[in-house]
């Protein structure tokens, strides 16, 4: 289990999907309520997750760029973004906890920001559905950024098939099948200006 959990591609789709479905919910409602203020009145206050939780997005957007470094960059920058990518998913996880104890000082925000005042005003307020989907999701990420640091010494990159072959290690395959240090590549004659073509 925590094998499959580890691999590449489990690993990928957890820190793509969740990071996603974070980033949908910060365009949905996550509070609702009501204040009671001189410049508002009594009024229904509605905050989306974009409002009342900025941080979240912005680290959605961070295992977004997680899981591309994860993909394509080698070890050591696999380990770091897989340390961000659980950093992310932390702080996700403890902002849509503290909206769900206090959803009033949430909303408190938006309603101050509305009447052009920084800080907080009194309200009173409940959370959404999406506030549950969004802390679901980031614990999906915290899983997806564990799996990449068990798992990330051992994946490829994109880039290692392109890398220069290691003196000792032996001949690398050329795509059609011949050794490389047998045969210079076409690159390489075209390099020292010759016609790779020349002699078929």
Known sequence: MIERLASKRMVLVLLL??????????????????????????????????????????????????AVALATSGTVVRYIAACTALLAAVLCIAVAIGILLDPGAALGKVAAAGTGRSGSVAAIGRAGIWVWVALVAALVMGVGGLGAIVGARRWQGLSSRYDAPVSGEGPVSSPSGEGALGRDSAWDQLDRGEDPTAGQ
């Open 17 to 66: 999907v969740s990071a996603v479905v974070i980033l949908v919910s910060g365009s949905r409602e996550w509070v609702s309520g009501s204040a009671d203020n001189a410049v508002l009145g009594v009024a229904a206050l509605h905050g989306r997750g974009s409002d009342v939780a900025p941080g979240v997005v912005a680290a959605a957007l961070v295992g977004l760029a997680s």
